[in-house]
């Protein structure tokens, strides 16, 4: 079973849960893809400087947009598989009801923050779109297309942090929980 494994092995997760289990996943993998076109991209634009002795247009800024877009996607799969930074040292030194709460404030936070992210990354990639906005280079992209990483990533992390949320208060997940000291 993987790391969100629920505190009763033989229970399977609920549809909603499920289900932001996969749009996570959907996004790590979307999050990989584009982290291996940027490396393809530097390749190509490595050997077209250095062996044909050429400029290259599009490549610089295709290769920011894929790995600003992947960091974005990537949120909710790491979130999902519990990979984000923690610092435990305090919630190791706390009682386990406690530990629950300080997690369940943590989640609450960050549902915040993600939150505030989501309004103005929406507000972002929808004016890009609304107004047609295109980057002032050569290859003029139309911005609304890599800020449309924004609604989507904090979106889909928004999510997995409200699923995380429910799985700590309703005792569902007990991956998040530390099983340290007590």
């Not at 949120?75 to 629950?100: E, F, I, W």
């Amino acid at each position: 079973m993987s790391s969100t494994a629920t505190s009763n092995p033989s229970s399977q997760p609920a549809p909603l849960v499920r289900f932001s289990y996969l749009l996570s996943t959907i996004c790590g993998v979307c999050s990989a893809t584009m982290i291996v076109l940027a490396v393809l991209i530097t390749c190509q634009m490595i050997f077209v400087r250095a062996i044909l002795n050429e400029s290259t247009i599009w490549q610089t800024e295709a290769v920011v947009y894929l790995m600003v877009g992947a960091t974005l996607l990537g949120l909710p799969y790491v979130q999902r598989l519990r990979g984000h930074v923690s610092v435990d040292l305090l919630p190791m030194l706390l009682p386990p009801n406690m530990r629950k709460s300080l997690i369940a404030l943590t989640l609450i936070a960050s549902i915040i923050v993600t939150g505030i992210m989501l309004f103005y990354g929406f507000e972002q990639w929808y004016v890009a779109y609304e107004r047609n906005w295109k980057s002032d280079t050569v290859w003029g992209v139309r911005l609304w297309i890599p800020y449309l990483a924004l609604p989507v990533g904090f979106a889909v992390f928004l999510i997995q942090l409200l699923i995380d949320l429910y799985g700590v208060l309703s005792g569902a997940d007990d991956s998040l929980e530390l099983k340290g000291h007590s």
